[in-house]
């Protein structure tokens, strides 16, 4: 059964990352087109709570460490967004691979992890190919776009860091759900959302890449999450690193990403090693 949320993942994670980049294309504000999204998607991914067994923790420490993270994650996929309409989109998806570097370091110095060789050569492997897509000519090419998107990636790892396990305490569906809703909640309020523009980004926006990305990014967490439940870490890890791979090839095809494909390639295939030492 792991597999196959593996390959359900592999596809949904494809449509989102696409999708996500055509939606910002046509986007009125960034912060508006964030929240819809998580809207839409965090009340969709609701119908299928009834296939999960429903329950809820009751230690209210859950609680408030769940907020906490979602917080991060908010800022996160706020970011992201900014970040997505800079850069394509399979450069992006390796860039987010960052964010494994950050957990091999929280490891290390929070969980009291083992120093192990192979988890210093995987995040080596995953920086250099960081920095082998923005290498130009003697210099690497930084931006702002590749600057928020490390901070992105910082403020997802802190989330996720406070976040681990509490998944399993509830109905998945329903925690995809509040993953999505709440960060919602929380720009709308930063930002002062209203729901006047709310309405005119989805009038004004690729309607299609808008559905697209909403429907999928609830599905894809929740296969995600529930591969990570039934399978080994060490199995569903570098499988889900495939997804990268995926993503350069179906830039290229799709949205006519041909720039740097060999050094994307190149990194892609360091990035899944990298997961299989892990």
């Known amino acids: 059964m792991w597999l196959i949320f593996i390959l359900l993942y592999l596809c949904f ?8 980049k055509i939606a910002t294309k046509s986007s009125v504000r960034h912060g508006t087109l964030t929240v819809l999204l998580q809207l839409i998607g965090g009340i969709s991914v609701l119908l299928l709570c009834p296939l999960f067994s429903f329950r809820l923790p009751k ?8 907020g906490v993270a979602v917080f991060f994650y908010a800022i996160s996929d706020r970011i992201n967004t900014t970040v997505r309409s800079g850069i394509e989109a399979s450069t992006y998806n390796i860039i987010q691979q960052l964010s494994t570097i950050f957990m091999i370091l929280a490891g290390l110095f929070f969980f009291k992890e083992p120093f192990l060789l192979s988890k210093i ?4 492997l995953i920086l250099f190919s960081n920095i082998l897509i923005f290498y130009k000519r003697g210099a690497v090419g930084v931006n702002k776009y590749v600057l928020l998107a490390i901070c ?14 509490i998944s399993e305490l509830f109905n998945l569906p ?7 809703l709440l960060p919602a909640l929380f720009i709308s309020l930063f930002e002062r959302i209203r729901i ?15 559905l697209t990305t909403s429907l999928a990014w609830g599905v894809m967490l929740v296969c995600l999450l529930r591969a990570y439940q039934l399978g080994e870490v060490t199995s569903v890890a570098p499988l889900c690193a495939v997804s990268v791979m995926l993503n350069v090839i179906v830039g290229y095809v799709f949205l006519g990403e041909k720039d740097s494909l060999l050094k994307k390639l190149i990194a892609a295939v360091l990035i899944i090693v990298s997961v299989v030492l892990m």
């Open 196 to 210: 006047s523009w709310i309405r005119e980004e989805w009038e004004q926006g690729n309607k299609r890449a808008i």
């Open 152 to 165: 992105s990636n910082l403020a997802f790892t802190v989330g996720l860091f406070l976040d681990v396990n």
């Open 121 to 124: 050569i995987s995040a080596a």
């Open 59 to 66: 230690d209210p420490r859950v609680y408030i460490a769940l």
């Open 13 to 20: 994670t494809v449509l989102f990352t696409q999708f996500y």
């Open 174 to 180: 329903f925690y995809v759900a509040l993953s999505l």
